[in-house]
């Protein structure tokens, strides 16, 4: 897949608003999608809920935001992204094989015995992935790790973070947010994604984590609130970081959709973490390959 402008370090991103890019970001998250249904296949069980939530998320760091190169993986100037909600771990390995890191045929091989592509991040075995995490809470610190390093080496990234909004409870999130805030690293950029669902039920009945926007502003953040499939609402609130001279680390909350592009998967916890039958697998790839087949049909009708 070709680069995008954006994707290549140092190029400066003022085109959130240019319908064509916009359209080509909407078709990519769409194909990240559907390799991703294609890679789960059924049987398995397997994080469907929150992955597709933060496709979109996403699509936007990693084709439109973050300078980092596919040909220089150990750049040390590459932008850095922590998948604090490692369970969603497979949205990136779809963008790793998009990217020509992994091989797409390897991404069958997701949760086999021996695979490098596992569950939740394991950075020793699979390319192209900076943390490990699983255990929810612990991303936001590992990011002020790397940010501070990089203060100390004189390396100027930035480092983006996705974190769930059930894992906002878990209370680390918060002493790592405090930590960002005292010590003023502004080029760690937080991004939330706000589907109101966790594993068990809904977020704010198992323990409310709003109002969002107030806490992470009384942590010494600033704070921006976004539709997270609203791809020119993400770019333009990511676009917050560029250059260096911020005053404060960004938080960015996504409102996403849980199981977003599947409808029978939408805002509901049934499949947080489950096995498809081979109906509803085949479902699943209809449903997105005609949403793909629409957004194709536009482009070749010159929309966006
Ligand atoms: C410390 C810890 N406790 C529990 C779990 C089990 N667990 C995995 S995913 C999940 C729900 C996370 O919900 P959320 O952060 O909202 O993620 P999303 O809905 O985006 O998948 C839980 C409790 C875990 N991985 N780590």
């Known amino acids: 897949m070709p680069p995008l402008e954006g994707e290549v370090r140092g190029v400066q991103h ?15 998250a769409c194909r990240v999608r559907l390799e991703l249904i294609r890679m789960f296949s059924h049987g398995k069980a397997h994080h469907y809920g929150g992955s597709l939530s933060c496709v979109e998320i996403a699509t936007a760091l990693f084709f439109y ?14 932008d850095r992204f922590v998948m604090s909600k490692g369970h969603s771990v497979p949205v990136q390995y779809v963008i790793l094989a998009m990217q020509g890191i992994l091989s797409t045929e390897e991404l069958a091989t997701i949760k086999q015995l021996g695979s490098r592509l596992q569950g939740h991040p394991d950075v020793r075995k699979t390319p192209g992935l900076e943390a490990p995490t699983g255990s929810l809470g612990m991303g936001l610190s590992y990011a002020n790790g790397i940010a501070l390093a990089a203060r100390m080496d004189r390396l100027e990234f930035d480092t983006y973070v996705l974190l769930g909004d059930g894992e906002m409870q878990e209370g680390q999130v ?38 969002l926007l107030e806490r992470w502003r009384a942590f010494g953040w600033e704070a921006v609130r976004v539709d997270g499939h609203d791809l020119a609402e993400l770019c333009g609130a990511l676009d917050r970081m560029d250059g260096g001279g911020r005053e404060r680390p960004l938080a960015v909350v996504a409102d996403t959709i849980k199981g977003r592009g599947v409808s029978f998967m939408e805002s509901t916890y049934r499949y947080h973490n489950a096995a498809l039958t081979p109906d509803e697998y085949e479902r699943a790839v209809r449903e997105i390959e005609s949403r793909l087949a629409e957004l194709e049909e536009g482009e070749t009708h010159g929309e966006a």
């Open 174 to 211: 918060w002493e790592a947010a405090m930590t960002t805030a005292h010590h003023g690293l502004t080029r760690v950029c937080a991004v939330v994604d706000r589907n109101r669902f966790q594993s068990q039920g809904e977020v704010d009945r198992i323990m409310a984590v709003e109002p």
């Open 14 to 28: 003022t085109h959130t608003r240019d319908p064509q890019l916009l359209g080509e970001l909407e078709r990519r």
């Open 65 to 78: 935001r973050m300078r980092r190169s596919p040909d220089a993986p150990d750049d040390l100037l590459r």
